[in-house]
């Protein structure tokens, strides 16, 4: 099998919060349209804590839950217990990562490409992840957005490449 091109994508506060208690600890409609329009006809590789945290299936793409439970099942995912055949039931040209913490850091070596939503806040989370290492990882795009009246935190789309 070729390699799929892998994409990780990921919401990140400053101090590298991607989540707290299973959920993310702001809301930006923004970052969940982009998260929509970058997912969407491809399958997605998740842990199954992020499975769970999901609020319902989302419609127009697989969802490949990469666990080490042996007996874990769901009518709405496709179950793999490695890396190699998370890949294989992917077996698509491009391949999303969508957490948590622990499946981004599987895949970080072979990923090919990190969307980041870079959110300028510190909350207190549980799952953490580091910033992408200037060594292996070029920034290609960056699209910033302001604070909002609504409370929303600043925020920036970054792309990044694997040099």
Do not use: C
Request: charged letters at 25%; aromatic letters at 6%; a negative charge.
């Amino acid at each position: 099998m070729n390699h799929p091109e892998i994409t990780l994508i990921l919401a990140r506060a400053s101090n590298g919060v991607i989540g707290a208690r299973g959920k993310m600890p702001w809301h930006i409609p923004a970052d969940l349209r982009r998260f929509k329009q970058l997912t969407m006809g491809r399958p997605m590789i998740m842990g199954r804590r992020t499975f769970d945290s999901l609020p319902a299936v989302l419609e127009g793409r697989r969802h490949i839950v990469l666990t080490r439970d042996p007996e874990w099942q769901d009518e709405n995912a496709e179950v793999a217990h490695s890396v190699e055949q998370a890949l294989r039931l992917a077996n698509a040209p491009h391949v999303m990562v969508i957490g948590g913490a622990e499946i981004y850091r599987l895949f970080l070596d072979t990923a090919d490409r990190i969307e980041l939503t870079e959110v300028t806040i510190a909350p207190d989370g549980d799952a953490l992840i580091a910033y992408p290492d200037d060594a292996d990882w070029r920034e290609v795009g960056r699209d910033a957005h302001p604070a909002d009246d609504a409370g929303r935190p600043a925020y920036s789309f970054v792309t990044f490449v694997r040099r």
